[in-house]
């Protein structure tokens, strides 16, 4: 349960795309895409490392969903309250964000990929890790994300946990 917090932090899924993606399919192949993701990604890697609720937030269009196993948040104030309130639970380190699958439909991009943090409680140091998918819309001269899901990879019970 406790990890399950930490999905709320997963704002791995960031990502932006090029001025205009008029077009579908991969966008693995599109360097200067893939340059803008990387960047963002990097953006998000540094802010989930630093617990900045308020700059992960701002990565979102102000009507974005965000979908954790607790359940789902509506609205960039929602989702950067949630972010912050998780940042109070937990103090992850390490975040790494991964891209599996980046494409593009029309002017809106989706991707996929996983995640890996270690979460510092007041127990010791916790890994995680999960899945995450995304969609990204046009706004303004950037993308935000209009839509983030986030799952964790459930942890193994150990015979101790079963007693």
């Known amino acids: 349960m406790k990890l399950l917090l930490l999905l709320t932090l997963v704002g791995l899924a960031f990502g932006f795309a090029g001025p205009a993606l008029a077009f579908q399919g991969d966008l693995a192949g599109d360097v200067k895409a893939l340059g803008e993701f990387t960047a963002l990604w ?31 948040f509506s609205g960039r104030q929602a989702i950067e309250k949630r972010y912050a309130d998780v940042f109070q639970r937990w103090h992850p380190t390490n975040f790494i964000g991964q891209a599996d699958q980046l494409n593009a439909i029309g002017n809106e991009a989706w991707a996929v990929g996983e995640w890996w943090s270690t979460l510092q409680s ?35 019970v150990s015979p101790a946990e079963t007693e």
Not at 48 to 72: I, R, S
């Open 42 to 72: 990097m953006k998000e890697d540094e802010a989930f490392n630093k617990n900045d609720a308020a700059a992960l937030a701002a990565l979102f269009t102000e009507d974005a969903v965000y979908v954790v196993p607790e359940g789902l």
């Open 122 to 156: 007041q127990t010791g140091p916790e890994f995680a890790r999960g899945f995450w998918s995304a969609i990204y819309v046009r706004e303004g001269d950037g993308w935000k994300i209009r839509m983030l899901t986030v799952s964790e990879h459930p942890r193994p």
